[in-house]
């Protein structure tokens, strides 16, 4: 009819713009969601994998590896969480003991090192020596790795083993972050007497960081703070419960001897560094190997890292006849 206007095509026009736009915005969104969860997923499993190590088995033994009378030991754990389960080598009359703390990912072998070797070798200095397998590397009863948090606890516990079965002098043996995990330990004893420290990991921010980007290449932040956040969750530690401050600061009244390489790609030297320089005991030392790595110091050179281990062990006999 004249006159009548037909509907215009422009709001039509404008809803399907309109339409099209909330899908992009939903797309988007959806996409950029979906990269966050994948991000933070792989942070998840960075963490999983972090906290629960893959352990060789037991291969050996101290009487196959090297002909070392050995009794198998079970002792519980400082905090009574768990039961530990390892080896003693005795010493016909000694009350002399070195606890042998291994590092991650390891077993109480550390085949690397080569823990029978340092074994045999204390032992033949008379002392009784006693080797045993963290939670997270026990194959009846395996638990998660907590940075030295429970493994603290677990290492105090073989130092109560070693102290009841008649040693009066405790010498703790550390390796990585079996050696982080004495320095813990050794804020709350009063029954060690000195430590030799190989290689050691500290588990704070920076070592943590470290040895993420060392395999993936991750931005420190936000990783650092979506990793703090899954740890508790995933193995009920934060790493504001690993006493890394503290021990950084501390000065042990005991005698520690550092030993360190320049080439540790997972516990960079300049953390032994700053430990050693806190201590003041006149019998501490430290060694700081040139192109060494990371728990091969005596792999790579075999009698001058036993030379230094006997000349501080026979210091710490003197500090201790004193």
Known sequence: MPGEHKPSAAPKLSLRMIRVKHIIVALLLSVFFFFVFCFIALHGYIAWVLSNPTVAPLYSNPSLAKGLHYEDITF?????????????IPSKGSTKTIVFSHGYGANREETWVPMYDLAHYAHSL????????YG???????????????????????IKYAKEHGAKEIVVWGFSMGAGTALQAGLVTKDVDAMILDSTFLLEPDTLYHNIKHNIDLPRQPSLEIMELLFPVLNGTGLNQIPYSKVKAEDYPFPTLFLHGTKDDKAPYPIAEELAANQSNPYSDSWIVQDSHHELLFREHPREYLRRVSAFLGNVQLAKAQ
Request: proline letters at 2%.
């Open 76 to 88: 519980p754990a400082l905090d009574g969480s768990r039961m530990m389960q390892g080896w003693y």
């Open 126 to 133: 008379n002392f009784n020596v006693v080797m045993f397998d």
């Open 136 to 158: 997270f590397a026990s194959k009846t009863n395996k638990d998660i790795a907590t940075g030295g948090k429970k493994e603290s606890k677990q290492l105090l516990g073989a």
